[in-house]
């Protein structure tokens, strides 16, 4: 019979737990387990970092758990939260093709690898053609078609972009898979490799499909292959990876009477009669390409014109790009100039400079003209062949200084939105981009509808830092990532923001050395190193913040960053030094005189530390003076409305409770905790408060 407080499941959640650090709830999880361990052994022990170490950790509390019924039940509850199995059943395959033919050749290989009896190898494809060639329509009409073979889901990544650099990071990706699959966003593990084994543990048992689109290298993929014996994964790719063990499975032009049969399926057996004169020309330009065929179905009696050095796609782009009404086509090549992920009518609008009503009718006119690909958000996206016509049609039409005016708009729209958001989500934070002082919060009305509008704009506002950074913008570069922090602390997505946060790093130091910019760059680089474990780079990426605001004559930022080093070690369980660093902190904000840079700030940052003055008190088993200094944070922050900091009080205010052996004290104050939490739409620090709720029982 399995023992859950084993030593091999002791030391599994310590895995798990020491893995699942890149929300606020993760973190806290991990440090209650390190006041257990600090409890347990009587002393000060460092969080283990390998299995090693993880597995000593674990005799010890398993031995300590046969002496104390009291703290083996303690251990229990607080390993209860994790030993669910995550259940989900996603069906994240986008719909396929209305009008489908031929193909019969690829669906065929297709089903083969499907149904090859397990050997060891995993089962995989690469499905590959020239872009147009209809590659992504054959595995999703045959996905569909053939979805009673993966009972347990369907999971789907797009995976494009114009270069590797600028493509979704694998883990990024794990971590979409993993949530969709049904893991809580607090226990997502924080880097690749933990998020590589949880999907493989989660897809072990499983029937899945699994399809990544727009692949561009064998490396970006090979993270994301499973071995699983029910687990069929279909990488969809201009052409196949020379690093990739894999079926592949090539997608050519159509035959011209598959094609005739595809028009005839758009627009009637009377449409493709009466071009009877032209359909030769059209058929011969296309060159059996679907997407050009497409394209070309509502214009059937107009004879192509033919340039021999472009491809089937590029001739129907250009084609349908000289149909369009003058401003459509000039938004066209404009919103082409950059490769946003995701193009909306406000991001439109500042593009061609126009209304955003305008820009919204402009897009769907896009959009039926093949141009563009609806997201599925009310949103829209290039095909990369078809944003190269753009934008070579931008610098041969709009010039460099009409392509420049429009990447300027862009970038001060994006600026001013972030800018915005970033005030509605944390109001009481100290800033130093020049536009904080010139807008007002808004458009969004509360803090939770804040940081969900940067979570959506989130890759947007990364190729946002891209673009200024490319068009020698560092002022909106580190503006812009200064105006990313509240989305960094409450929603994480640190590994998608780390791109444009070293980025701004760059940008401070080759403009800003030795400056409070250059110290809140290294700051915010620091806090996703940190929550993405990269513990060494993130140590030095702090310390190079408070030199850069010590140099700055900066007290508040040189604060902020000995304190940033503080959490560090509070997630090393190194209480003392942590407690050092927040003393130190303390000592430079108390050196803070009036009318000098941040003062305003002082008495809401000396409660932030009281609070984190506290944790450190109680991983040391200081439990009065933890509470002494809670008690004084939590008045401060109830008396400011900060309900976001009085919830993160109250649950640290429970645990010290709970670690002091008053489960009864710890109980209602859980309950005060979550009713804040969900008001301010915090859910993901929710399991946390579940968990101590079954340790009060």
Known sequence: MFDPLSVTAVTAFLTAAGTSMASEAGKLAWESVGGVVRRVAGRETPAPTGEAERRAVAEVLVRAAGRDTALAAGLAALMSRRVGPATAVPSLLPAGARHFTDRDGA??????????????????????????????????????????????????????????TTSPDPTAVLGHFLCRLGVPADEVPSGLAGRQDRYRELLAERRMLVVLDHAQSAAQVAPLISGAPGVFTVVIARRPFSGLDAVRIPVGPLADKDAVRLLTDLVGKHAVKAARATLPAVLEHCAGSPYALRAAAPHLGTAPVARPEWSPVTAAVDAAYRRLAPDAARLHRLAGLRPWPALGPELAAALAGIETEEAARLLEELAEAQLLEPDGTGRYRYRESVRAHAEA????????????AAVRRALARQLGFAVQADLTALRQRWHLGPRYAELTPGPAE??????????????????????????????????????????QLKAGHNEVLLPALRIGVRAAEAHHPGSRIAGRMHTQLAFALMDLQLDTEAEAELRAAAEADRQAGHRRGQATAVESLGLLRLRQWRYTEALECFEQAVALLREITPGEDGDQDVPRALALLERHQARAHRGLGHFAEAQTQLATALEYFEKNHENYNAART???????????????????????AATLLRAEQATGHLAHLESLLARCA
């Open 650 to 672: 109250l649950t640290d205010l429970a645990e010290t409770h709970l670690l002091a052996g008053s489960p009864a004290a710890a109980r209602p104050l859980i309950d005060q």
């Open 393 to 404: 049609a931008a610098q041969a039409e709009e010039g460099l200084g009409g392509c420049a």
């Open 446 to 487: 509360t803090a939770g509808e804040a940081v969900a509008a940067l979570a959506q704009e989130l890759g947007n506002l990364v190729e946002t830092v891209r673009t200024a950074e490319e068009f020698d913008d560092p002022e909106t570069v580190w503006q812009c990532v200064e105006a990313l922090w509240a989305l």
């Open 107 to 164: 669906l065929k290989a297709l089903t083969e690898e499907a149904a090859r009896k397990a050997d060891g190898r995993p089962r995989i494809a690469v499905v590959h053609g020239e872009p147009g060639i209809g590659t992504s329509a054959v595995v999703l009409h045959w996905g569909h078609r053939e979805a009673h073979r993966h009972p347990d889901g369907q999971l789907y990544y797009d995976l494009r972009g114009p270069s590797l």
